[in-house]
């Protein structure tokens, strides 16, 4: 006979031992959970190449598998125009060298936005993604790789777009379609963590793309990716203040034409204001409002690891020389009697607001080094420092952060505010000034010789995986598109003018001087 | 002054509920990329999910010893699961900064919440530590009991929104029913009914 006594007893004891147990495997879990991330003691050229700085998008195996998935957003060119890679203007990864992902690419295990830790590598992208770039003078060349240089193929906003699409098609990016094809693509199955990350992951960046179509409108896909009329920016150039305009203020940024071109990132120490019009003064704030515009959040940025990437990263570029010309193209010779010559006319013409690199190799101030010249001065377009909201983006950008939130920026690091107004572009030091290419802070100027007008600028060229032309300094642009070259730059569409800065002179204007010209270009290959 | 036994019973009753209640809080909140910020809302989910039987014993009359225990044990487990909270909250959540949590909640609802951390921590510990009818311990507790759930009613149905409404209706509802329970047997109590030949029939 039971003991019906006995059997209650023992039935609540299995019950408090069961719980207990259950308790102590979530308590575990939990540890061992924080030990998939740990604080970074990566050094800062690590940090920038290869370091989670807050910005992860996808689950590793997701990235893995999504140009297989869609070729119709990953090869928008159609498969003749080459890999997904090439298609956006990406550079190639080492086998066996994080992961084997393109450059700027990272693997960490950080959800995305949170932070928090994940059984499962997700993949993001870092500084290095928009700033290092290829230096290629033909199509087969491996070309020279130039960490620090804004990537001149690099089309970003294509490659978003065409991301959000694939997330959005609810019949083709399905959790078992990415099974399969991972487990057809490299032969074994994804475990259940990848699987139920994977699941999670898709519910929920699903949700969030489409909770943005209403204010910033659906993506566009496939051939749309490479239509100018639909994806303005183009290769090498972003619209940072369209996502900050609708990340910080909730707003479309619908009138937003400020176009920008990755920047060159040498010798940091040098600048005092970043940013093309000088808005940001601390370092820290910038790289931060860079991240915050391409997805990281308050919350991750300030956990350990990230925030100590975020600064290795910094100091990466505090003193990141920028290439030598004669290294990166040893089979051009200069001609040390026109760079002497075009030195005086570097002097008389650009110091003032450049500075020059003095006998030491550090930089000399030039006396308007960090004056902010009003576009209409300039000449130049004006879109960048006259968009919708720019009034009034500064102080909402500090509002958005909490008060003593330890990455709040300092409202006096931020222009227009205390520290005066900035409708117009900054005089900085040109380190390397044939690594800038395209020029001017749209990148509606190919090449150096077009630049100081030696030669007329192209007023309507395509852009892509352009070549670089050591003679000009600059990329071949051809004036017809082809499979690599496909963006059809217009310099007659707001955001796009490729007017102004005629200096020394306006091209065929009063006092050209061809041979002066020639000189200082020779020059400027030297600095 | 009453002798405090603590059955298995009684245990079971309460450590179950308050260790699976946490489990799903903090298990739960991995099917979310926010993980920090869901286990902050789920453990404030199971906290109050067992903070309800816990003002219902308290509330209720005849406060017998076993059902003291009972009430005892839901206090306890329901600070604690309250604790959890308070972790994610402060120490992830605010980043372990006070100025933070007082700069983004304001000073009325941050000081609130640390006064309820300190009083109900406060009140577990005199309930475990202190047997004898104390006056000044037995209107601290009634006053925490009018603070703490107000605190939480104000919080669950008049700040936020979604399944938290639920819980703070329930507990509301709760309150009520055993006030009522508490306001009846009173008046039973203070008006007795007197059995007469005509009202016996």
Same mark, same amino acid.
């Given at each position: 006979?039971?003991? *019906? ?6 039935l609540?004891?299995a ?5 207990a147990v259950?308790l102590a ?10 030990t ?7 050094d800062p050229?690590?940090?920038f ?9 996808m689950?590793?195996p997701?990235?893995q ?5 869609f ?6 060119g ?5 890999d997904?890679i ?5 550079i190639?990864g080492?086998?066996g060298v ?23 590598p997700?993949?993001?992208i ?23 240089m804004g990537?001149t193929?690099?089309d970003f ?13 609810e019949?083709?990016?399905?959790? *078992?379609?990415i ?7 490299f032969?074994?199955?994804l475990s259940?963590?990848?699987k139920?990350?994977?699941?999670l ?13 209403? *204010?910033v409108?659906d ?10 009329a639909?994806m ?13 305009v ?9 009138l ?6 990755l ?15 000088g808005?940001?003064?601390?370092r ?11 997805g ?5 940025l ?7 990437n975020v ?5 990466y570029?505090?003193?990141? *020389? ?12 200069l001609?040390?009697?026109k760079?002497?010559?075009g030195?005086l006319?570097y ?7 450049h500075?020059h690199?003095?006998?030491d190799?550090a ?5 308007k ?15 960048r420092?006259?968009?919708?909201h ?20 300092n ?9 005066g107004d900035?409708?117009?572009y ?16 749209n990148g509606?100027?190919?090449t ?12 309507v060229?395509y852009r ?7 003679v ?10 082809d ?11 707001p955001g796009?003018?490729?007017k102004?800065?005629?200096y ?14 020639k000189?200082?270009?020779e020059y400027?290959?030297?600095? | 002054?009453s ?9 079971t009753a309460?450590f179950v509920?308050?260790?699976?209640l946490?489990?799903?809080?903090l ?12 286990r ?14 816990a003002l ?13 225990n ?27 900064s ?11 609802i941050?000081g ?8 109900w921590?406060l ?6 530590t202190v ?13 925490a009991?009018?603070?703490i759930?107000f605190?939480?009613f ?20 709760g ?5 009522l ?17 005509a009202?016996?029939?």
């Amino acid at each position: 006979m039971i003991d *019906k006594a006995k059997l209650g007893r023992g039935l609540m004891k299995a019950g408090i031992a069961v719980t207990a147990v259950l308790l102590a495997a979530t308590l575990l879990f939990i540890y061992a959970e924080s030990t998939w991330v740990r604080a970074s003691s990566a050094d800062p050229e690590h940090s920038f190449l290869y370091a989670t700085t807050g910005t992860e998008i996808m689950p590793l195996p997701v990235f893995q598998v999504l140009p297989y998935l869609f070729p119709d957003q990953f090869q928008p060119g159609g498969p003749a125009a080459g890999d997904w890679i090439q298609q956006y203007g990406l550079i190639r990864g080492k086998e066996g060298v994080n992961e084997g992902l393109p450059q700027g690419f990272f693997v960490s295990n950080h959800r995305p936005k949170s932070g928090a830790p994940s059984p499962v590598p997700f993949v993001g992208i870092n500084c290095s993604f928009c700033h290092t770039s290829l230096i290629k003078r033909t199509d087969s060349d491996p070309g020279v790789m130039v960490r620090g240089m804004g990537n001149t193929s690099l089309d970003f906003i294509a490659w978003v777009d065409g991301f959000k699409t694939a997330v959005l098609d609810e019949k083709r990016m399905t959790p *078992k379609a990415i099974f399969d094809t991972y487990e057809q693509k490299f032969g074994k199955k994804l475990s259940l963590s990848e699987k139920l990350m994977i699941r999670l992951w898709l519910i929920q960046t699903r949700q969030t793309v489409q909770e943005a179509e209403p *204010k910033v409108d659906d993506p566009f896909g496939g051939a749309d990716l490479r239509n100018s009329a639909y994806m303005p920016n183009g290769p090498s150039r972003t619209q940072p203040f369209r996502n900050l305009v609708r990340n910080v203020m909730n707003r479309p940024a619908m009138l937003d034409h400020g176009y920008c071109k990755l920047p060159v990132l040498y010798e940091q120490k040098d600048r005092d204001w970043g940013q093309f019009d000088g808005s940001v003064k601390d370092r820290l704030t910038r790289s931060v409002l860079a991240a915050i515009a391409i997805g990281a959040t308050m919350q991750n940025l300030s956990m350990p690891e990230i925030s100590n990437n975020v600064e290795q990263s910094i100091a990466y570029t505090l003193d990141l *020389k920028g290439p030598k010309f004669t290294d990166v193209f040893p089979d051009q010779k200069l001609d040390a009697q026109k760079v002497a010559r075009g030195q005086l006319v570097y002097a008389a013409h650009c110091d003032s607001c450049h500075g020059h690199p003095g006998s030491d190799g550090a930089w000399v101030r030039g006396e308007k080094q960090d004056t902010v010249f009003p576009y209409q001065t300039l000449g130049t377009d004006g879109e960048r420092v006259s968009f919708r909201h720019f009034d009034t983006l500064a102080d909402a950008l500090v509002d958005s952060f909490p008060p003593k939130q330890p990455l709040r920026p300092n409202r006096a690091d931020l222009r227009p505010g205390p520290m005066g107004d900035t409708q117009g572009y900054i005089g900085v030091p040109i380190v390397a000034p044939f690594s800038h290419a395209p020029y001017l802070h749209n990148g509606s100027i190919p090449t150096l010789a077009e630049l100081i007008n030696l030669k007329p600028r192209p007023d309507v060229f395509y852009r892509g995986d352009n070549l670089y032309d050591p003679v000009d300094a600059g990329l071949i642009v051809p004036d017809h598109p082809d499979a690599l070259r496909y963006f059809r730059f217009d310099t007659s569409i707001p955001g796009n003018s490729n007017k102004g800065h005629d200096y020394p002179w306006a091209y065929h204007g009063p006092g050209w001087n061809e041979a002066a010209l020639k000189d200082l270009l020779e020059y400027l290959k030297t600095i | 002054m009453s002798t405090r036994q603590i059955t298995l019973g009684q245990v079971t009753a309460t450590f179950v509920p308050f260790g699976l209640l946490l489990v799903a809080a903090l298990m739960g909140a991995e099917t979310a990329l926010d993980l920090p910020f869901q286990r902050m809302i789920y453990s404030i989910w199971a906290t109050m999910a067992l903070m309800i039987p816990a003002l219902c014993l308290y509330i209720l009359p005849s406060r017998t010893q076993p059902r003291k225990n009972l009430w005892l044990l839901y206090w306890t487990f329901a600070y604690l699961a309250y604790l959890v909270h308070f972790y994610y909250a402060v120490m992830v959540h605010y980043h372990a900064s006070i100025t933070e949590v007082f700069a983004q909640q304001g000073v009325k609802i941050a000081g609130s919440n640390f006064l309820v951390t300190f009083w109900w921590a406060l009140d577990v510990v005199l309930a475990w530590t202190v047997q004898s009818d104390v006056k000044w311990i037995g209107i601290s507790r009634l006053l925490a009991n009018i603070y703490i759930p107000f605190t939480f009613f104000v919080a669950s149905v008049v700040l936020f929104q979604g399944f938290v409404n639920v819980l703070g209706y329930a507990m509301t509802a709760g309150i009520i029913l055993c006030l009522l329970v508490r306001i009846h047997a009173w008046w039973l109590a203070a008006h007795p009914v007197v059995q007469t030949e005509a009202s016996g029939g």
